[in-house]
């Protein structure tokens, strides 16, 4: 059964941009090319400027688990931190 893995983000206002395209043109590409993510989308908040979410849908846990001590997870670690705002929050739920 997929597990979805929703990562809540929110940055600086005047960040908003530059989070949004250091996720399209180097995490987001790292993350789906992992054994196991099957897909991966960020969602921008209509409601709250800055505020984001990675939703990203994996085979299992063993995926997420090989993931998260990946080079491509260090990677896109190094990527996150050159945003200024929230520490990011990492929740994961099953497809039912």
Not at 6 to 17: A, D, G, H, Q, S
Not at 61 to 73: E, F, K, L, N, P
Request: with cysteine; net charge negative.
């Amino acid at each position: 059964m997929p597990i979805v893995r929703l990562i809540f983000v929110r940055v600086v206002p005047e960040e908003t941009k530059n989070a949004e395209q250091i996720w399209k043109e180097s995490c987001a590409p790292l993350m789906i090319q992992q054994p196991g993510c099957l897909s991966e989308k960020l969602l921008r908040s209509s409601d709250e400027l800055g505020e984001f979410i990675s939703y990203s849908e994996w085979k299992d846990q063993q995926s997420i688990d090989a993931y998260r001590v990946s080079d491509a997870h260090d990677e896109i670690k190094k990527h996150a931190r050159h945003l200024h705002g929230d520490r990011p929050s990492v929740k994961r739920y099953e497809v039912v």
